[in-house]
């Protein structure tokens, strides 16, 4: 068993919007009440006697891989997100040009001459990849990026 840390050099994409996602909770509903929102079992509050009903609860949260996959009906083999950090989608059946470094394989990897312009618009226009990047952009939630992340797997 090991701890690898891995480094994707290339297009990545990042969640830079939190959206609003409602929750339906069985609560109190007396808004006073320190029990009001969360989850309380039983036809009344144990706290404050008052009524126990289905509440809608807004929550404004960056949202996950899972949640912009069902959104957006996107495959969910295509992209992976690394526990840390975990607002950053790494592409799984890695693009062109991309590398993923492990680093218990310590070596030097020249970059040389890159054009980066070039990368992202072939990873943008990549058949496997392009509507659904297409869809993310345009939401304004995920943001398409060029770089090294440094993740855990
Ligand atoms: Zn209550």
Redesign the pocket.
């Known amino acids: 068993m090991g701890w690898s840390t891995n480094i994707h050099f290339g297009p990545y994409l990042e969640i830079v919007k939190k959206i609003a996602t409602i929750e339906q909770v069985q ?4 808004m ?5 929102q969360d989850y ?1 079992g039983g036809p ?7 009524k ?1 009903d289905m509440l809608s609860i807004e929550n404004v949260e960056y949202p996950t891989l899972y949640e912009l996959e069902d959104k957006f009906d996107i495959d969910e083999d295509l992209f992976y997100c690394p526990e840390y950090p975990d607002r950053i989608l790494l592409p799984n059946g890695i693009a062109k040009n991309t590398t993923v470094i492990d680093s218990e394989n310590y070596s030097a990897i020249e970059i040389g001459d890159i054009n980066v312009k070039k990368i992202l618009d072939d990873f943008r226009n990549d058949p496997e990849y392009a509507v659904a990047i297409k869809a993310l952009k345009e939401s304004g939630i995920v943001e398409l990026k060029f770089g090294i992340v440094n993740c855990c797997s």
């Not at 609560?27 to 007396?30: G, M």
């Not at 009344?44 to 008052?50: A, D, P």
Request: glycine share 6%.
């Open positions: 609560s109190c509903t007396n006073k009440c320190a029990n009001h309380v009344f509050c144990s706290k404050c006697g008052s126990v």
